[in-house]
């Protein structure tokens, strides 16, 4: 079936501009996750959504971004005034349910570069 | 003190060879491990998950568990050169997510 999928696959932006990047998870599930991942680091969490709670945004570096998950499904996250060191590759991952026991399936990324 | 540590990269080794990588992590509640692969310009791909403590075996892949050494390891027996890859240690966390070491970088020569 189908996998995770995220557009656009490059965003080159201009610094002070906002920029919207889009993730639709796989069918059915309800779990779903933002990962920004720099050159050569890791993946750093930053925000988690869960069916219709409220979601988990303590891994946002800055109050210029945002995100979004529309009826439980498509999930849009927004950088507003975007700098120099927002350029990342955004990941963005979706589980059957947010527990340890469900792994993670990423789709093929954003990579976002701040000019 | 990292919540997800992974031995310094990167680590080079012939083909055949078992490749050994290591994790520790700081939050002894934490429960669940998994060994996500990524290649050069791919997102993660997992490729094992444990729970219990112990030794998991898939295939070539042996992931190792020690709850009490808050350590887990993963082994590629007969390594082959398409197995080059970064590999990511991530640890369910209290905080109900993933929390990601920052990889290491694998390469195995031919």
């Known amino acids: 079936g189908a996998g995770v999928s995220q557009s656009p696959s490059n965003k080159v932006t201009e610094k002070g501009k906002d920029v919207e990047l889009r993730c639709d998870p796989i069918s059915g599930h309800t779990a779903l996750y933002w990962y920004r991942q720099s050159l050569g680091q890791g993946l750093e969490f930053l925000i988690y959504?869960?069916?219709?709670?409220?979601?988990?945004k303590s891994g946002l570096p800055s109050d210029r971004f945002s995100a979004e998950r529309t009826g439980g499904s498509v999930s849009t996250l927004t950088i507003q005034r975007t700098q120099q060191e927002d350029s990342a590759v955004y990941l963005c991952?979706?589980?059957?349910?947010?527990?340890?026991?469900?792994?993670?399936?990423f789709g093929p990324g954003t990579r976002l570069t701040v000019t | 003190q990292k919540e997800v540590e992974q031995n310094s990269g990167p680590l080079s080794v012939p083909e055949g060879a078992i490749a050994s990588l290591n994790c520790t992590y700081s939050d002894r509640g934490s429960q669940s491990f998994f060994w996500y692969r990524q290649y050069s310009g791919k997102s993660p791909e997992l490729i094992m998950f444990?729970?219990?403590?112990g030794d998991k075996e898939d295939g070539r892949f042996t992931a190792q568990l020690n709850k009490a050494s808050q350590y887990v390891s993963l082994l590629i027996r007969d390594s082959q050169p398409s197995d080059s890859a970064t590999y990511l240690c991530a640890v369910w966390t209290s905080g109900s997510r993933l929390t990601f070491g920052e990889g290491t970088q694998l390469t195995v020569n031919p």
């Open positions: 991952a979706s589980s059957l349910a947010g527990t340890e026991i469900y792994e993670q399936y």
């Open positions: 444990i729970y219990s403590n």
């Open positions: 959504f869960q069916g219709n709670s409220a979601p988990d």
